[in-house]
């Protein structure tokens, strides 16, 4: 497992981290006792940085890892988030505060290594998929900043979804020390110029904007929510439905266009287009650490083997871009 900092929260993360999240649902619907044997087998191999949300779950997710790590007593980098929604606009900076202290509470910590902002950022607030505008994330910065002045939290951050152009506004003005961005196989649109007809959202290099900023970058759905098994089926516990982001319509469209990389199997360069997408996402040139939404013991396994065996070479990259600039993709 490679380890890198994590922007300028200074926070040491391993490459590949543990998402705790609904769509993989493990941490949210699973058996206590896989709860910890899996996340006990993360942190022997490596994995330091376990990523929820009070949204999860509607706080299972930060009940049952808090549970876990209470049991295990690891030394690992939690990161948690604060959704806001109706009232909580009329009074950003209490509602961050009490959020935080609630997720506090469900964690059974008095700190959490990194609290950041989980809404979309949009021009316009949009109440119906919780979008915020660029001057409420400034807002709910300072807010976010009190919580790290006051030691409840060791670093702030915010979310990198919604629309490009308020995304890399907020980006500029608020100074993060963290985002999340999506990407994956699909769109990797946040690292790389995409071609005009691109078919999906153009996250307009949000990697390098990033950079410059000293922003540490999680890298999220880098699965698609596990559309790039390129199978409609889920895992048990996963979310039975999954709102894509910033590719297709529906998940069942993504997994279809997932059966595009195909070929990177069939030439040799991965033994699953699963594997191709995480060794993808892991070894880009930007990303601190790269969420995996785990569902099972077994999954993490997979995952792990994977990053062990290293980056994509060049020829696989070079199919890579090829195939995300498609036009038969569209």
Known sequence: MKYRTLGSSGLNVSSLGFGCGAVGGLLVRGEFSEMVRTVAYAVDSGITYFDTAALYGNGASERNL????????????????????????????????????????R????????????????????????????????????????????????????????????????????????????????????????????????????????NEFNTGIIAIRILAGGALSGVPERHPLGSSEVEPIATSSSYSADAQRAQSFQVLVDAGHAQSVIEAAIRFAVYTNGPATSLVGISSYEQLQQAITYVERGPMDGEALSMIRQLSNSNNMK
């Not at 690992?76 to 009490?98: M, N, P, Q, W, Y």
């Not at 989980?118 to 919580?147: M, S, Y």
């Open 107 to 210: 964690l059974q910590m008095e700190r959490v290594d990194l609290i950041q902002l989980h809404n979309p950022i949009g021009p316009d607030r949009d109440q119906a998929r919780g979008w915020i505008t660029v001057d409420d994330v400034a807002i709910a910065a300072e807010a976010l900043k009190d919580v790290v002045q006051q030691g409840k939290a060791g670093a702030w951050g915010i979310n990198g979804l919604g629309e490009t152009k308020a995304v890399h506004e907020a980006l500029r003005v608020s100074l993060p020390q963290t985002i999340q961005v999506c990407y994956n196989l699909l769109n990797p649109s946040a690292a790389t110029l995409v071609a005009s007809d691109f078919p999906f959202q153009d996250y307009e290099r949000l990697f390098i904007s990033a």
């Open 66 to 105: 808090g549970k876990v790590l209470h049991e295990l007593k690891p030394k690992v980098v939690v990161g948690t988030k604060v959704r806001l929604g109706g009232d909580d606009l009329e009074d950003i900076h209490a509602a961050v505060v009490s959020s935080v202290e609630a997720s506090l509470s």
